[in-house]
């Protein structure tokens, strides 16, 4: 079995970051700018936000971090939101998500400008993945696009199943996969019959959100899994993916941790880097 390793393709992400920057100060072009607001004290989501700031300074871009209280209102919110949309200086911006229960995640992303959309999450950015003329898509999905290219997983005219139909992660993979000319089927909480689904197919991601739902041997033998869930526990990390057997039945798969969490930050520099090119290009 093939462990799909997320480092090494985040590693080539940055290099190939890297590389683009250092023909930039010839056109005396300012570093890419990203601008997160974080809401609150959610820990985990303080940690991210604290490695996609060190990933900033790794790559030597600018970054802003605006930490409002768990107490603010939606008109703070969005007002903090709005400033950054009229800073010029400002190339990407992301809203950490989940906000508080009292804040409308859908209503505060759309206040995004689409051409600052960090992680490709307002209606224009899911409209354009859609018709598929995005300039930028969400972290995760991309990011896990990314590593099937890496590793030259074939996708075209594969049976691929998607477990999980958030805007964050299922809709946004499903469409990337589309377009990569898989022959996509997204399950969800409602899917009847879903053990025969999975049966079936070639590949499957699985992003439901609860911890090691699955086994291995619940997909076809020498199927590609590629575990997106994350769940900490007092032991460590583990996905919605269990690991017993997984050796000597799935060909290859991307563990928990180690496999897709490294992408998601990689992915939101090489947006970030993307939507200060088109800024400095227009
Ligand atoms: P989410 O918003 O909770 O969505 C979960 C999806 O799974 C929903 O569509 C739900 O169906 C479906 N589902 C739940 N139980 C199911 C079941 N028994 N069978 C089939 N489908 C089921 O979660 P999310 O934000 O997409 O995240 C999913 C997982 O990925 C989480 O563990 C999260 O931590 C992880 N994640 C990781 C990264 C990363 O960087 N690696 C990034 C984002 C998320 P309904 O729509 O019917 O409710």
Not at 198 to 217: L, R, S
């Amino acid at each position: 079995m093939i462990e799909l390793k997320g480092k090494p393709v985040a590693e080539a992400v940055y290099s190939d970051i890297n590389k683009q920057l250092s023909t930039w100060s010839e056109k005396k072009w300012n570093s890419p700018h990203l601008a997160v607001v974080l809401v609150g004290d959610d820990p985990a989501s303080s940690v991210y936000v604290s490695h996609k700031q060190k990933a900033c300074e790794r790559l030597n871009f600018k970054s802003t971090l605006i930490c409002l209280p768990a107490t603010a209102s939606e008109a703070e919110v969005a007002g903090a939101l709005q400033k950054l949309n009229l800073d010029s200086g400002v190339d990407a911006v992301l809203l950490q998500l989940p906000l508080p229960k009292h804040l409308d995640e859908k209503k505060l992303t759309e206040i995004i400008d689409p051409k600052k959309d960090a992680d490709g999450l307002t209606q224009a950015s899911l409209g354009a993945l859609m018709a598929g003329q995005q300039k930028v898509a969400s972290c995760t999905p991309a990011g896990i696009i990314e590593m099937m290219d890496h590793y030259k997983i074939q996708l075209t005219g594969k049976k691929v199943v998607v477990l999980g139909r958030s805007l964050i992660v299922g809709l946004p993979l499903f469409h990337l996969l589309i377009q990569k000319n898989a022959t996509v089927t997204v399950c969800h909480s409602k899917t009847e019959n879903l053990s025969n689904l999975i049966a079936q197919a070639d590949i499957v991601f699985v992003a439901i959100g609860k911890a090691e739902f699955f086994k291995p041997t619940d997909f076809k033998k020498d199927a590609v899994v590629i575990d997106v869930g994350i769940h900490r526990r007092p032991e460590g990390l583990c996905g919605d993916v269990s690991s017993e057997n997984a050796e000597g039945w799935l060909s290859a798969r991307a563990p928990v941790p180690g496999g897709v969490g490294p992408m998601t930050i990689a992915m939101l520099m090489k947006n970030t880097m993307t939507l200060a090119q088109l800024h400095r290009q227009n």
